[in-house]
């Protein structure tokens, strides 16, 4: 069975990526706590790496090469590594009069959720990189 | 690369409370400054935010491209000046009136709190962002 690197990081590789972008929007709904009009977003998690890994797992996927084959374009934008379909808004808790639905403790409180998760998946993917130099190296 | 995105996000928050501070800072220095007439007189000034958008294309990984703040520009209190008489005042007009800027000190040391406190969540945004960085490029040593 040929080698994969991919295979091998498993889940970890897709989890770090989308730790790096939910980073990115907690920063921005910190940035944005006192714009008028400005919505919360957060991204469903779970559900956007279960596509991702889903996708992964699936090199076979059909592909339309047809005009006349259907039903593969739900999966173009998962497989492409799209994550649009799980960001979702927050539900204020206290809605403010100018349309702002940023809660700055709770974005705090899910930044750091998020780094420290961030760098739970890091100490993975160290692990698995340490364990690949042990069986290259051989020491 | 999309991961020194939050330094430009966490940098354009930084800069639009440092703005919010900066006419925090020009409303009290001149809460006290009368004039003569109230159409010269000092008018609080205060930022509008908006959040910014992105440039055409600049949307990759499927993120949305409200992404930054932006100041879109600062527009003055339009609340009348607070009348005053001070005959003897050397600015009083024929009346012996002065007019005192519509400069509200409480609602602006309220104001100030606030933007270094939302200063403050950015700083502390960009350093945990860094940090992370830093343990990135420091994977597989």
């Known amino acids: 069975m040929p080698f994969s690197i991919d295979s091998y990081l498993g889940v970890h590789a897709a989890a770090l990526k989308l730790r790096e972008q939910r980073t990115e929007l907690l920063a921005r709904n910190l940035a944005n706590a006192d714009t008028p009009g400005f919505k919360a977003q957060d991204l469903d998690f779970g559900a956007a790496l279960a596509a991702q890994t889903s996708a992964a797992a699936q090199p076979g996927t059909l592909k339309a090469t047809q005009a006349g084959h259907i039903g593969v374009q739900a999966d173009a934008a998962l497989s492409s590594g799209s994550t649009e379909a799980f960001l979702k808004y927050r539900t204020p808790l206290a809605p403010s009069l100018d349309g702002n639905t940023v809660d700055p403790q709770l974005e705090q409180a899910a930044f750091a959720d998020n780094a420290v998760r961030y760098q739970a998946t890091l100490s993975f993917l160290s692990t698995k990189f340490r364990s690949l130099m042990t069986a290259i190296t051989g020491q | ?141």
């Open chain 2, 1 to 141: 690369m999309s991961s020194f995105k939050v330094f430009d996000i966490a940098g354009s928050g930084m800069a639009a409370q440092s703005v919010r501070l900066n006419t925090v800072a020009s409303n009290l220095a001149n809460a006290e400054s009368v004039s003569g007439d109230a159409k010269t007189a000092y008018k609080a000034r205060h930022p509008v935010f908006e959040a910014m958008k992105a440039q055409a294309g600049a949307s990759k990984n499927g993120v949305d491209p409200n992404a930054a703040v932006k100041v879109l520009g600062i527009v003055e209190d339009q609340r009348a000046p607070e009348m005053r008489y001070q005959p003897g005042n050397p600015l009083a007009n024929s009346e012996g009136y002065v007019f005192a800027p519509n400069v509200n000190v409480v609602e602006e040391m309220v104001d100030m709190i606030s933007a270094s406190r939302a200063y403050q969540n950015n700083v502390e945004v960009m350093n945990t962002s860094k940090e992370l960085l830093m343990a990135t490029l420091r994977l597989g040593s």
